[in-house]
């Protein structure tokens, strides 16, 4: 296997997968179980609606348990304490300035599996997240955005 194919996460997001992945293998199949034998009372099977779509949703249930399966085995946590302080990283905490709006936004860079831009985390491999790898604080950054060109300044880095 290849450097490529890993996964980074931090250590409490593989600790919250390993966990939904319990609870999916768990009481998850229990519920999809139950969910088909309830459309099975409802009588032949060749014509029962509700039998085929339980079937279907049981079959998508067991595709995310696989995904989420090969995502664990290919997962390596990151050790922060070994990455420059002084420059954007994987798992950085970046302050950047809009140098047009003046507007100020903080980003936590993350590996595109615990990408959510509704808590401010941004994957490495999204433009604002290729566009701060490997800055310095007081660069000057441009990301290609679907807005068009944009340019940061990196003011602070954690």
């Known amino acids: 296997m290849s ?17 939904e992945l319990q609870e999916m293998k768990t ?7 139950s969910k088909i034998a309830e ?4 009588g032949d ?41 002084d420059e954007v990283h994987l798992l950085s905490t970046v302050k950047i300035k ?6 100020v936004v903080e980003y936590l860079l993350v590996s595109p599996e615990e990408a959510d831009f509704q808590e401010g985390k941004v994957s490495v491999t999204s433009p604002v997240g290729q566009g701060l790898l490997g800055a310095k604080l007081g660069d000057k950054v441009q990301v290609k955005a679907p807005a068009g060109l944009l340019e940061f ?4 880095i954690k």
Request: glycine share 4%; no cysteine; net charge positive.
């Open 3 to 19: 450097g490529e194919n890993f996964v980074y996460l931090t250590r409490e997001r593989l600790i919250e997968l390993e966990k």
């Open 27 to 33: 009481n998850g199949r229990k519920k999809m179980a």
């Open 39 to 42: 459309a099975r009372a409802h």
């Open 45 to 85: 099977l060749s014509e029962n609606a509700e039998y085929d779509a339980a079937k279907e949703e049981q079959g998508l249930f067991e595709l995310k348990i696989s995904k989420m399966e090969d995502v664990l085995s290919r997962a390596r946590v990151i050790d922060t304490s070994k990455m420059p302080a």
């Open 98 to 103: 809009n140098i047009k709006t003046k507007k």
């Open 153 to 156: 300044e990196v003011i602070e």
